[in-house]
C-alpha cells in the first residue's frame, strides 16, 4: 500500500508510526493465535462430521449403529461444530483485529480476553458432547444443552465488553464503517443469545413463540453477527491490499443504517404458512426482501473498487477469498428473497433448498471473507509468510468447488422435489428417489470440501509451528509470482 | 463523524424493537390461548368433564417427545401442515386442516421442524394409528419404505434369543413375510422387543393428532 497519507474516507492509511504499528501486532499475536488455531481446529472436526452425516442422508446405514453415531445427532453436532466453533472462533479474531487494528492502540486486558477465549471453547466442548449424549435442545442453532450455554454466554459477554471499549477508547476521532459494523455485531449478539436461550433454551415459552424465537435467533447468527462481521472485513481488506479508496463511500451511512433496522426482522424463511400470527410472516417476509437493498449498495461500494483493479485482486489470495465469498453471500441474500415469493416459496419450503441456503449463508460467504482475512493478517502479525502456493491454491479451489456444489445440488434438489409435491398424486418416496443423486452429490461436495480444509490446516500449521531450516521468505506469497 | 450514543442507540432500539415485535407480542397474545372445546367456547365457559383441545397428553408420550428431541426427529421431520391453498399437504392427506398456533400450546418443546427429508408427522397418530406398523418403521423403515432415507434405530430394541418350544414375547414386533431385497435383518430364532424409550416414541407418535376442529382453523369437508 502506498505510504501517502489518506484522508477520513480511507483512515486506516495513517495509523501511526511504524513501532506504533508494531505494538498494535504484537498485542495482537498470542489472541489471534490462539483463537485460530481453535476454529482451524473446529472446522477440521466439523467437516469430518459434515461428510458422515452427508453419506447417511442417502446411505442411512452408514456408521449408524448406536444413538450417538446417528444423523439426528450428527447433524446438528455439525452444524455447531461449523457455526460455533469455526465461524465463532474465527470471527472473533476478525472482529478483534478489525477492531484494534483501526482504532489504532494495541489491544488491552488480555486477562480478559483468555478467559473468554477459555470458556467458549470449553463450553463449546460440553455442549457438543451434550448433543451426543442426547441432551440436545430442538431448534435450530440453539441444540446445545442449558448447562453448557452459560458458559458460552460468559465467554461472549467478556469479548463484546471488550470490543465496545476498544471502540469508546480509540485513539482517532474519525470512525470508519468496518468499526460500526464490528461494534454493531459484537453488541447485538450477547443480547439476542440472551432472549433466545432464556426463550427457548432455559424456560421454554409458550407453543410455537418458541418456534418464532428460534427462527429470529437462527437467521440473526448469520445477518446481525455473521454478514456484518464479513463485510467488515470485506471493507478493510478491498482498500487496504489495493491501495484504492472505497467508492461512494458517503452511501455507506445510509447503507448501514437501512441494514440495522432491516436485519433484526430478516428472518421470513422460517415463518413461510407457519402456525404464527399471518403478520409475523408478512413482516419478515419482507424484510427478508429489503434486506437486498443495503446489500445491494455495500456491493456497489465494494465492486466498484475492486473491479478497476480485477487482476490484481485476483491475484492476491485474500482478496479472491473475499471476491468468491461476496458472491456467495450475494447469492445468499438474492435466494432468501426468492424464497418470501408466493408460487416460489411453495415449492422450496420444507424441501432440501433450505439446506442449500443454510449452507450458503453460515459457511460459503462468510467462510470464505474470514479465510481471505486470515490469508491476510497471520502473515503482518507473524512477520512470516505462507509458505505454499499450491496448499493456498488447493484450498481455494476445494472450497470453492465444494461449497458450490453442495448449495447449487440442495437448491436444485429441492425445487425439483417441491414441484413435484406440488401436485398430490407422486408419493413421498417419488420424491425421495428424485433427490437421491443430488445428495450423492452434496457428499461429493464435502469430500472437496474436506480437500480444502486440510490444505488450509497444513499451511497454517506449517505458518504457525516453522521448522527450522525452513526457507524466509521476505515478500508475500501471491497466487502467481510477482515479475 | 459517528459519535458513540448515536451508534449505540440506533443499534440497540433497531434490536429492541424487532425483539419487541416478534418475541414479546407473541409471547404475550399467544400466551393468552387456552385449550377449548371442540368448535369453541358457546357463551361462557366450558363445562366440567368436557374434553379440551388441543388434548394433555400421556406421561408416557410426554416423554416420547424428549425421546423425538434427543435423536434428532425433527431435522428431519416437521410438524405443521400448511393450509389448503400453500402446496399439496392437505390434498395428501398429511391433515384435514391447516395448523394453528393453538395447536401446540400444551408442549414442552414446540418441534415444528424446517426440513421434510421425510413425510409431516403432525397427524402421524391418525395416519399410522398401529403401534406394530410404528416400531416396524422405526427398526428398520425401508421394511415398508425401500427408499426412506430414515436411519435404522434399531438400537431402540432389545433382542431376546427364543427358547425353544415357548411362543414369542407379546410384545414382540411383527414383520411383514416378505422383505424388500435391500433389506436384510437376521431374525432367526429372535424376538425384537421395543425398549421403554421405542414404547414412549411410539406413544408420542400417537398422540400427534390435529384433528380436531378450533373456531380459527374450521375443517372444510371436501365434495
Redesign the interface.
Known amino acids: 500500500m502506498s505510504s501517502e497519507p489518506r484522508k ?1 474516507l480511507c483512515p486506516f492509511g495513517v495509523v501511526g508510526a511504524p513501532h506504533q504499528l508494531d505494538a498494535v501486532n504484537a498485542s495482537l499475536r498470542e489472541p489471534l493465535f490462539l483463537l485460530l488455531l481453535s476454529s482451524a481446529k473446529w472446522l477440521s472436526f466439523a467437516t469430518l462430521v459434515g461428510l458422515v452425516s452427508a453419506i ?3 446411505t ?2 452408514f456408521l ?4 450417538y453415531m ?4 450428527l ?2 453436532v455439525f452444524m455447531n461444530a461449523l457455526v460455533y466453533g469455526w465461524g465463532f472462533n474465527a470471527g472473533f479474531a476478525v472482529a478483534l483485529w478489525l477492531m484494534v487494528r483501526l482504532s489504532g492502540t494495541p489491544l488491552r486486558a488480555h486477562a480478559l480476553l483468555f478467559t473468554a477465549y477459555f470458556f467458549w471453547n470449553v463450553g463449546l466442548l460440553i455442549g457438543i458432547a451434550g448433543i451426543i449424549a ?7 442453532l440453539l441444540e446445545m444443552p442449558g448447562y453448557a450455554t452459560p458458559l458460552l454466554f460468559i465467554a461472549y459477554a467478556l469479548i463484546a465488553v471488550w470490543g465496545v471499549l476498544a ?2 477508547r480509540r485513539e482517532r ?3 470508519y464503517i468496518s468499526q ?1 459494523l464490528v ?2 455485531a459484537l ?2 449478539f450477547p ?2 443469545y440472551a ?1 433466545a436461550q432464556a ?1 427457548v433454551v432455559q424456560a ?10 428460534t427462527g ?1 435467533y437462527a437467521s440473526a447468527v448469520i445477518h ?1 453477527w455473521f454478514m456484518p462481521l464479513a463485510l467488515a472485513a470485506a471493507f478493510y481488506l478491498i482498500p487496504r491490499v489495493l491501495g484504492e479508496r472505497i467508492r461512494f463511500y458517503y452511501l455507506t ?1 445510509f447503507a448501514f ?1 437501512l441494514y ?2 432491516v436485519a ?2 430478516a ?1 421470513g424463511r ?1 415463518f413461510i ?5 399471518a403478520w ?1 410472516m408478512t ?2 417476509a419482507v424484510a427478508s426482501v429489503l434486506l437486498i437493498l443495503p446489500c445491494a449498495i455495500f456491493f456497489i461500494n465494494l465492486l466498484s473498487t475492486l473491479m478497476p483493479h480485477f487482476s490484481k485482486a485476483a491475484n492476491s489470495p485474500s482478496l479472491r477469498f473475499v471476491m468468491t465469498g461476496l458472491l456467495f453471500l450475494g447469492l445468499y441474500v438474492l435466494a432468501q428473497a426468492a424464497m418470501m415469493f408466493r408460487g416460489l416459496n ?1 415449492l422450496t ?4 433448498y ?2 442449500g441456503l443454510d449452507m450458503m449463508g453460515l459457511y460459503g460467504g462468510v467462510s470464505m471473507i474470514f479465510f481471505g482475512a486470515i490469508y491476510f493478517l497471520l502473515p503482518k502479525l507473524l512477520e512470516r509468510q505462507w509458505l505454499s502456493t499450491s496448499m493456498m491454491k488447493t484450498h481455494y479451489w476445494g472450497a470453492t468447488a465444494g461449497m458450490l456444489v453442495i448449495s447449487v445440488s440442495m437448491m436444485v434438489a429441492g425445487v425439483a422435489e417441491g414441484s413435484l ?4 398424486d407422486p408419493s ?2 417419488d420424491a ?2 428424485i433427490v ?1 443423486p443430488w ?1 450423492q452429490a452434496r457428499s461429493y461436495g464435502f469430500i472437496l470440501l474436506l480437500i480444502g480444509h486440510v490444505a488450509f490446516v497444513i499451511n497454517f500449521h506449517r505458518l504457525l509451528f516453522p521448522l527450522s531450516q525452513q526457507r524466509t521468505q521476505t515478500h508475500p506469497t501471491l497466487f502467481e509470482a510477482a515479475e | ?2 459519535p ?1 450514543p448515536i ?2 442507540v ?3 432500539a ?2 429492541a ?3 419487541t ?3 414479546l407480542v ?2 404475550i ?3 393468552q ?1 387456552d385449550p377449548i372445546p371442540e368448535g369453541g367456547v358457546e357463551a361462557g365457559a366450558s363445562t366440567i368433564g368436557e374434553v379440551l383441545y388441543p388434548r394433555q397428553r400421556s406421561g408416557l408420550a410426554q416423554h416420547g417427545a424428549v425421546v ?9 421431520h ?1 410438524q ?1 401442515v ?2 389448503r391453498d ?3 399437504d392437505i ?2 392427506n398429511l391433515g384435514v386442516r ?23 408427522l403432525a397427524n402421524i397418530g391418525v395416519r399410522m394409528p398401529e403401534a406394530n406398523r410404528l416400531y416396524v418403521h422405526l427398526y428398520n ?2 421394511i415398508h ?9 434399531d ?2 430394541f432389545e433382542k431376546h434369543a427364543l427358547e425353544a418350544g415357548k411362543p414369542a414375547p407379546e410384545t414382540a414386533l411383527v414383520f411383514p413375510d416378505e422383505l424388500p431385497e435391500t433389506v436384510v435383518l437376521d431374525l432367526q430364532g429372535k424376538a425384537i422387543v421395543p425398549s421403554d424409550d421405542a414404547r414412549a416414541l411410539v406413544a408420542y407418535l400417537q398422540s400427534l393428532s390435529q384433528g380436531y376442529t378450533l373456531p380459527e382453523a374450521a375443517i372444510i369437508e371436501e365434495e
Open positions: 477520513s447417511q442422508l442417502h442411512p446405514d449408524s449403529y448406536c444413538a446417528s444423523y439426528g445427532r447433524e446438528p442426547g441432551d440436545q435442545v430442538p431448534a435450530s471502540y469508546a476521532s474519525t470512525s460500526w461494534f454493531a453488541f447485538w443480547w439476542i432472549a426463550m421454554p415459552a409458550v407453543g410455537v413463540v418458541q418456534h418464532i424465537v429470529w446481525l451511512h443504517w440495522v433496522v433484526c426482522w428472518c422460517y404458512a407457519a402456525p404464527v400470527p409475523v413482516v419478515t411453495e419450503q420444507f424441501t432440501f433450505i439446506k409435491l406440488a401436485n398430490p413421498f418416496s425421495l428417489r437421491q445428495l | 463523524m459517528k458513540l451508534l449505540f440506533g443499534i440497540f433497531a434490536l424493537f424487532s425483539w415485535g416478534l418475541a407473541n409471547h397474545t399467544i400466551g390461548l423425538y428431541a434427543e435423536h434428532g426427529c425433527y431435522t428431519c416437521t405443521q400448511r393450509a400453500m402446496g399439496s390434498a395428501r391447516q395448523s394453528v398456533a393453538r395447536d401446540y400450546i400444551r408442549e414442552a418443546r414446540t418441534m415444528l421442524g424446517t426440513l421434510r427429508a421425510g413425510p409431516d423403515a425401508r419404505e425401500p427408499h426412506s432415507m430414515m436411519p435404522p434405530y438400537f431402540l
